[in-house]
């Protein structure tokens, strides 16, 4: 039975796997022949088939007709390989699109791999710290990244948006202060990247640092 039930399992494996490729071929020639439509929506199905795919969901953030739907994507992108590499940085304009619709992030949580945010349409967003997780300090460990200090100002920047956005006006330049100094000692393509995105949020959350300072002083003026 246990040997019946495991060869099923191979047959239902390999079945999806040859199905998931089928796909892929078909989305790949419908973007040759310039129907994006239709490329997307067998993009959307090959998610479907294998929904731990990273070439499926990369193929359906390339083809992502909206930002909604690119955000979707992107995020599960994110959840399943947080140190993917994305080519087209793809992460990095949905996460740029999204503040220039709404310059509004507010922390949500972390884990030792990614960061989540909630935007102004209450979309969670799923973004990757991009370095190792730090434990306890141990002599064989390698140095901390460059742009760990930038994380942290990041982090009180955001928090400080609870303290009627003044936090957020103070920590917010800090952030960008420390990454800019730290942009000499970059080396990878993905640090590069994360100053980018770690430079976007600060400028959104110092504008909106200032919105809510300046509700708050009218607020309490009268």
Same mark, same amino acid.
């Given at each position: 039975?246990?040997?019946? $039930? $495991? ?27 310039? $129907? ?16 731990? +795919?990273?070439?499926? #969901? ?13 955000? /979707? ?46 935007? =102004? ?14 434990? +306890? ?9 460059? !742009? $760990?200090?930038?994380?942290? #100002? ?6 400080? !948006? /609870? ?6 006006? *103070?920590? =917010? ?12 000692? /970059?080396?990878?393509? =993905? ?6 995105? *770690? ?14 300072? *300046?509700?708050?002083?009218?607020? #309490?003026?009268?």
């Amino acid at each position: 039975m246990y040997v019946e $039930k $495991k060869q099923k399992s191979i047959f239902v494996d390999n079945q999806s796997s040859q199905r998931l490729t089928d796909l892929l071929a078909e989305s790949e020639k419908a973007i040759q022949e310039a $129907k994006p439509q239709r490329a997307y929506k067998l993009a959307v199905q090959a998610t479907q088939v294998v929904p731990e +795919s990273i070439e499926a #969901w990369l193929l359906r953030a390339t083809l992502a007709p909206s930002l909604d739907e690119r955000i /979707l994507a992107v995020n599960r992108l994110n959840e399943l390989a947080p140190g993917y590499q994305d080519k087209y940085n793809l992460a990095f304009y949905a996460l740029k699109e999204s503040l220039d619709r709404d310059p509004f992030l507010r922390y949500l949580e972390e884990t030792d791999e990614l960061y989540r945010v909630v935007n =102004a349409q209450r979309v969670v967003l799923s973004i990757p710290k991009k370095r190792a997780p730090v434990n +306890s300090p141990s002599p064989d460990q390698a140095p901390p990244g460059p !742009l $760990k200090g930038a994380y942290r #100002w990041l982090t009180m920047a955001i928090l400080g !948006l /609870l303290l009627a956005g003044i936090g957020a006006v *103070i920590f =917010a330049p800090i952030t960008a202060f420390v990454t800019l100094r730290a942009q000499d000692s /970059l080396q990878s393509r =993905a640090e590069r990247l994360s100053s980018t995105v *770690i430079l976007i949020v600060a400028f959104g959350l110092f504008v909106i640092g200032v919105l809510f300072s *300046i509700l708050f002083l009218l607020h #309490w003026l009268g």
